[in-house]
């Protein structure tokens, strides 16, 4: 933050798959690494993970508000939210902090919390390479061939397991990758299965590449 300070730059937060998920009252990154929100320039995110609705937001001052609403074409030739959409997104924030007379909201947080954390773990334990916070609900696992991608996402769809997959050019050539968005609503066993299968095909295309695997942890 200094340095943004310090080279005049603005701070731009994309909390597209942090906010509603992370941070102990789910209000994202600048919670979880105890950052004051005030600090950063220029807040986006999406409707579309947490919330369970579509579209998203723009969070920042007065100033670059007016900027954006004046210059942006989105601002000006996208529809409007409509109504069932907003009110979907308010139901949800309301859940997630704790203002619908329930603790609903910081349940599904700790379950989606354990939930990262185990298959994070387990995925490490196995041999494959994972990239991210060890925190975090979006989980990559990292393929690398381009001509894996496919067969992966094959396999895991004949075994009934369907997968983000991610290459060129949403990612470096080298870099492809799966996806895992993880749920509080996922079951230790919907996981387990999940995982069972993962094993297998990891085994099969050969993808364990970690020269360091976890061990297994003994807390299981």
């Known amino acids: 933050m200094f340095m943004m300070r310090v080279w ?3 701070v731009y937060l994309d909390e597209a798959h942090s906010i509603g998920s992370m941070g102990e009252t789910g209000r994202g990154v600048c919670e979880y690494w105890g950052v004051n929100p005030a600090d950063i320039d220029i807040m986006m995110g999406t409707f579309t993970k947490s919330f369970g609705a579509c579209g998203g937001y723009i969070a920042s001052s007065k100033e670059v508000i ?28 309301k ?9 609903d909201g910081r349940r599904r947080l700790r379950q989606l919390a354990e939930n990262s954390r185990y298959v994070r773990q387990r995925l490490m334990e196995m041999g494959f390479i994972v990239w991210g916070n060890h925190d975090s609900p979006v989980i990559p696992l990292m393929i690398f061939h381009p001509a894996t991608l496919a067969a992966f996402s094959r396999e895991l769809l004949n075994k009934g397991i369907g997968v983000v997959v991610v290459g060129f050019p949403a990612t470096g050539i080298t870099e492809t990758r799966a996806r895992f968005c993880l749920s509080a609503a ?6 387990d299965e999940a995982l069972k299968v993962l094993d297998d095909v990891g085994d099969r295309l050969q993808l364990k590449y970690s020269r360091h695997p976890l061990k297994p ?4």
Request: net charge neutral; hydrophobic share 35%.
């Open 95 to 103: 859940t997630i902090m704790g203002r619908d007379g329930t603790d």
């Open 217 to 220: 942890s003994a807390s299981r």
């Open 66 to 93: 007016d900027h954006l609403r004046r210059h942006s074409h989105s601002d000006s030739y996208a529809t409007s939210m409509s109504a069932p959409v907003a009110a979907q997104t308010l139901a949800a924030m």
């Open 8 to 10: 005049q730059a603005y």
């Open 186 to 191: 996922h079951t230790r066993e919907m996981l």
